[in-house]
Structure formats: structure tokens, C-alpha cells
């Protein structure tokens, strides 16, 4: 795979085009979308046989206050909510213009996917994300990322833009803060090459790059990634070789509850709605309302670098509108037991575990790991899975203009015609993994995608 370079511009292309989209999962499409309805000549290019990226690995899920459907169920929500929640998360560490510009703008975008394109987007009302003081969250029918990619592509291949698969840019043709074309590549190893008046990053982030999350974020380096390979920082090298400014770049989600050694994504909500975690010795070890990001660490800190999440069968039926909990289930990731010491048995703890572990939490109020409990028992049948940390996705990245979303200059200057967007662009995670807000990768390719598309 040739290396992300720059250099001096062509003298000719083989093609020309006014927006050229570097990637198309979520970002890509959606920025694609809203150039093609200002009238924009539009190419998106796409390194994969078929779109996917991070957000196929995700359960679809954008955040989003002061939609129409929040109305219609009932759920009193605002902006300015909204923007508190994310630096509450991320204690004050994000650009503000840039949270305040996310918070305003990602209701009008859910609105649009649904009036203009059909996206059949629903909001989770039966469970509570952490940190969100309202149910913000919009998904599809299957709650599921693949779903969401899918929709997108749909609606691309419908209105004729073109999209053309296997073809990795490698080499930015720049000059004085201006990129002209895009040279990539083909399967065959011939090149091509693009005139562009509009480039607009896609690419995602860096978390399939291991010597880059050894650099940023070496505390993660050694867990499971769970991202798309395509995350190989080609936004950032690019970048730093144009004097581009970066933001964030040790923020990332991780994710403390996937099934080991399944690999499949257990939804947070079997926690937040009364479940909890124990290591191998089937002893609680922290305070699980924290969220799933800080969670990876948290259990690869356990021995074994793995841990049970412990719930019941209420909650299953919560979690099993989620497509990836079913398909848990069909592997065999789930253990189920009529009583707790029959589950301890199952699960090799010492028997009286996890009854001491029930035991030990307040029906209201604190426990002496500082979680806060309200009247959420839990009932048998009881269910557990083995579950480890893993990287999701970076959150920091390329410097932009909020507004624009055009990519800053170190010297604090806009590159003129050079946009980013999702994991190639800074998010609102703070500067590490605490900071991650459910939502939040979503929120930003879905915002800054449809900002950038506009141009």
C-alpha cells in the first residue's frame, strides 16, 4: 500500500469533478447527499469493494435534540441540553462554536434524512444512555450500523452520484494552502488521477494504524481492535505534510462490553438498566455508570483483560432490539442460569459471588463504588457474558472551521477548498476516552458531513 503523500499539482487530470468525497461510510454519503442538492458535480471515491467504515461496525445510533420524532413521543429536549450534556462528558475540554454547532444542527439533519431521503429513523425511548439527560438517540429499524450504510448507498445509487469503489487516494496534489486533484489507485496497481475544486477528507481516523495509537494512545495499543481497517490515519499524514493543525488527537472510544471470543458488540444497555460487571473472580471492580468508552480500560485492567457483564431477562428483552445482541445470542455468547449461584457455577466464580455482588448495591442511592442506584432488581432468569476492551474509533483530528467544516492551517488560516469530516476531522470527545459521549462518532460525520457537502 503506498504511504499518504502530497505533491506539486498536474498540469492535467484525467477526469475533473467540483466535489470530490474521500470516503464513503456515514460522513462521505451524507456530504455527497447535500452537495448533489446544491446542484455540485459529485464523485465519491471509496478505498473498500463496498461502503462500510466504522459506521457499519456501530449500531447506527446519531444523537439528536429537537427532532420531530422526540416530539412526537413526548421527549421535552433543546440544543442547548444537548450541548451541555457534551462538554459535561468531556469536562469543558471541547472547542465550544464547535459543540454548539453539532447540538443546533443534528436535528435538522435527522430531520432531512427522513423527509428527503425516507430514512426510517425511530428514537430510543426505552432505555437511558450515560450522560444524556433525554432520549436523544436515532436509529434505524434494526438498530444497526450496517442498516444505516446501507440506506445511505441506497439513496446514493438512486439519484445517479456517482460512487466508485476500490480506489484508494494516495496522494493529495497541493499548493499554498489550495488541493487541486487526487492520484489513486486501482486494484490492478494503475493510477488515476482527479481534478477537484472541492475535496472534502472522509477517510476516517487512525485507529487501525498501531504505531499512530501507539504514539497517541498507548494506554489502548494493546486491546482488540474493533474498527474498520480502512482507520489508517491517511487524513492526518496528509495533513501534517500540508502544515494542517490537529486537535485531540489522544481522544478515542473504546468499548468495555464486547463478547469474547465472539467479537460481537454487547449493547450498554444491559448495564444501564441494572445490569453490571464482575472480573473473573465474579467480584465487582468499578463504577459501571462511568459509560462504555472508559469501560475498555477498565476491563482490560482486570486480570486476563476480560470481564462478565451480569444481567437478567428484562433486560435481554430490552437489548434484543439491537441486531448485534441477537446475533450474540445465536452464537452462543450468552450464559443463562435460573439462579445466581447456578450462574457462578457457569461462569467458574466461587459460589455466593454474584449474590454478594446483588447484595452489596443500595436499592436507592450510592454504592462504594460510587454508582447510584434506583429500584432496577434484578429477577432470575439470570444471564452473563464474557466480554473485553476494545478500540472503536479515534475522536481526535484535522483542526476545522465549525461552520465550514474546512480544515485550519497550524498558522490558524483556512485551507481554501479542503473540508473534513467524521473520524478525519477533530470530534467532541475531550482529549482521551473519557470524554466520549454515546453518539458522539455519529454525531459529528453526520453533522460536519452535511455541513461540508453544502461547501
Not at 465519491?44 to 439528536?64: F, N
Not at 499512530?212 to 474498527?227: A, Q
Not at 494542517?244 to 481522544?251: D, I, K, Q, S, V
Not at 457462578?344 to 466464580?349: L, M, P, R, Y
Request: glycine share 12%.
Amino acid at each position: 500500500m503506498a504511504h499518504p503523500d502530497i505533491a506539486a499539482p498536474l498540469p492535467e487530470y484525467d477526469i475533473e469533478v467540483g466535489t470530490l468525497v474521500i470516503g464513503a461510510g456515514a460522513a462521505g454519503m451524507i456530504a455527497a447527499l447535500r452537495a448533489y442538492e446544491t446542484g455540485q458535480d459529485v464523485l465519491v471515491i471509496e478505498a473498500d469493494p463496498l461502503p462500510s467504515g466504522s459506521t457499519a461496525l456501530s449500531a447506527g445510533l446519531i444523537p439528536a435534540a429537537g427532532t420531530k420524532l422526540q416530539q412526537e413521543a413526548g421527549i421535552e429536549d433543546s440544543a442547548t441540553l444537548f450541548a451541555q450534556d457534551i462538554q459535561k462528558k468531556a469536562r469543558g475540554e471541547n472547542e465550544q462554536a464547535l459543540v454548539d454547532v453539532l447540538a443546533h444542527n443534528a436535528a435538522p439533519v435527522i430531520d432531512w434524512l427522513m423527509q428527503t431521503h425516507g430514512l426510517p429513523f425511530s428514537v430510543v425511548t426505552n432505555f437511558d444512555y450515560p450522560g444524556h439527560g433525554r432520549r436523544r438517540m436515532h436509529g434505524l429499524p434494526t438498530r444497526s450500523g450496517e442498516e444505516l450504510i446501507n440506506a445511505l448507498r441506497g439513496r446514493i445509487e438512486h439519484l445517479g452520484i456517482p460512487l466508485i469503489c476500490e480506489r484508494r487516494a494516495v496522494t493529495l496534489y497541493a499548493q499554498t494552502g489550495r488541493v487541486h486533484g487526487v492520484q489513486v489507485m486501482r486494484p490492478d496497481g494503475a493510477a488515476e488521477t482527479i481534478a477537484a475544486q472541492r475535496t472534502i477528507l472522509a477517510c476516517n481516523g487512525f485507529g487501525g494504524n498501531r504505531q499512530m495509537v501507539s504514539r497517541y494512545m498507548p494506554e489502548i495499543n494493546e486491546s482488540l481492535w474493533f474498527g474498520h481497517d480502512g482507520n489508517n490515519g491517511d487524513a492526518i499524514s496528509w495533513g501534517e505534510k500540508l502544515g494542517a493543525a490537529t486537535r485531540h488527537l489522544g481522544a478515542y472510544q473504546g468499548h468495555g462490553n464486547v463478547a469474547h471470543p465472539h467479537g460481537i458488540l454487547i449493547t450498554w444497555a444491559v448495564i444501564t438498566e441494572g445490569g453490571f460487571q464482575v472480573n473473573a473472580m465474579g467480584q465487582r471492580f468499578w463504577n459501571e455508570a462511568q459509560g462504555y468508552s472508559e469501560a475498555a480500560r477498565a476491563v482490560l485492567s482486570q486480570p486476563q483483560g476480560y470481564a462478565w457483564s451480569v444481567f437478567d431477562a428484562r433486560i435481554a428483552n430490552i437489548a434484543r432490539q439491537f441486531a448485534d445482541f441477537k446475533n450474540a445470542e445465536r452464537q452462543g455468547a450468552l450464559i443463562w442460569a435460573d439462579t445466581l449461584d447456578a450462574l457462578d457455577e457457569k461462569c467458574g466464580f466461587e459460589t455466593g459471588s454474584l449474590r454478594q455482588a446483588v447484595a452489596a448495591r443500595p436499592a436507592q442511592g450510592e454504592d462504594n463504588f460510587g454508582r447510584t442506584w434506583s429500584e432496577q432488581h434484578l429477577n432470575g432468569p439470570f444471564c452473563a457474558v464474557k466480554v473485553t476492551g476494545a478500540l472503536f474509533h479515534t475522536q481526535g483530528g484535522l483542526d476545522i472551521d465549525p461552520k465550514s467544516a474546512r480544515v485550519r492551517m497550524k498558522s490558524g488560516e483556512l485551507f481554501q477548498n479542503l473540508y473534513a469530516t467524521g473520524g478525519a476531522a477533530v470530534g467532541v470527545s475531550g482529549t482521551s476516552d473519557s470524554g466520549y459521549l454515546s453518539g458522539n462518532g455519529l454525531l459529528a460525520a453526520s453533522v460536519l458531513g452535511s455541513i461540508a457537502g453544502l461547501g
